[in-house]
């Protein structure tokens, strides 16, 4: 008699502990790798900040070379110039020493392919990462392909 109350007992704690689980199976979040990216002034080089020892490294007036302390050596950034929306990719130079107010030094070229206004050279630095950009081979376009593009209707 007490062992059929003893298990239904049990059978009822059973049920009731038992709890249905959650059957979506989500998918793993991708993480994306980010590089560095910043918004700020600028400095244009010239010979005169290099002589008054305001920069530690020379510039080449034609290089796509340019300083951040941020980013590491040889790694490729864009820059945009916020106020036209021009962008140049450029080179990260070696570390030099520059004004802690300014977030990059550009050469001239840049300065001068983004048409920075020199009073206010606002610029957008984006790091480009190595895996993020690949640049496409030429192609063949079969002529079944050129066949099919013909017939497409297009409204």
Request: glycine content about 2%; proline content about 3%.
């Amino acid at each position: 008699m007490y062992y059929k109350k003893f298990l239904l007992l049990i059978i009822f704690l059973f049920l009731i502990s038992c709890s249905t689980k959650n059957l979506i199976n989500n998918k793993p979040s991708v993480s994306t790798v980010k590089g560095y990216s910043n918004k700020g002034f600028a400095l244009v080089y010239s010979n005169d900040l290099y002589n008054q020892k305001k920069l530690s490294n020379k510039i080449e007036e034609r290089s796509l070379i340019v300083f951040q302390k941020n980013i590491k050596t040889d790694s490729q950034v864009k820059i945009t110039n916020i106020l036209n929306s021009r962008s140049v990719i450029g080179t990260v130079g070696k570390n030099s020493i520059y004004p802690s107010f300014n977030n990059i030094v550009l050469s001239i070229r840049i300065a001068e392919e983004l048409n920075l206004d020199i009073d206010q050279p606002y610029v957008e630095i984006v790091e480009i990462m190595d895996n993020s950009i690949f640049i496409a081979k030429k192609t063949k376009t079969y002529d079944e392909e050129k066949k099919v593009a013909v017939k497409a209707p297009v409204n």
